[in-house]
């Protein structure tokens, strides 16, 4: 990894949030390392960045979308996120506390595990497809 400033893996975790707030997929995809180990818990993981990629393509459809960072904390290449993850579908809002895990490495993220209640996510989700 070399002599890394210790808040490039701070910086590039905000910038992804950032850029999931945009709905700007290209830049999401972007801060992805090739070889990513994604883990959206309690769900499968997904390794390299073309299945990731193709997953989170995949989700939705988003209207809109917030990612809140409430607090943030780097230990090296390391860093843990507290996020409410905002998303509108159909018009209606899902809202998820997520504790997120980041493993950055030469400024693209090689790791991923979000933690989040999957009930409370299915039952929004549900919610605005009835909506909808």
Known sequence: MGNVEPDVPIRTVLAFCDAWSRLDMGSVIALLDNDIEYHNIPLQPLSGKRDVEAYLRGIGPFEACSW???????????????????????????????????????ARIRGWRD??????????WSEAEARG
């Open 68 to 106: 809140t960072v409430r607090s943030i904390a780097a230990n090296g290449p390391v860093v843990l996120t507290e996020r409410i993850d905002a998303f509108v579908v159909g018009g209606t809002q899902i809202t998820l506390p997520v504790m997120g895990v980041f493993e950055v490495v030469d």
């Open 115 to 124: 933690y989040f209640d999957l009930a409370s996510y299915r039952a929004q």
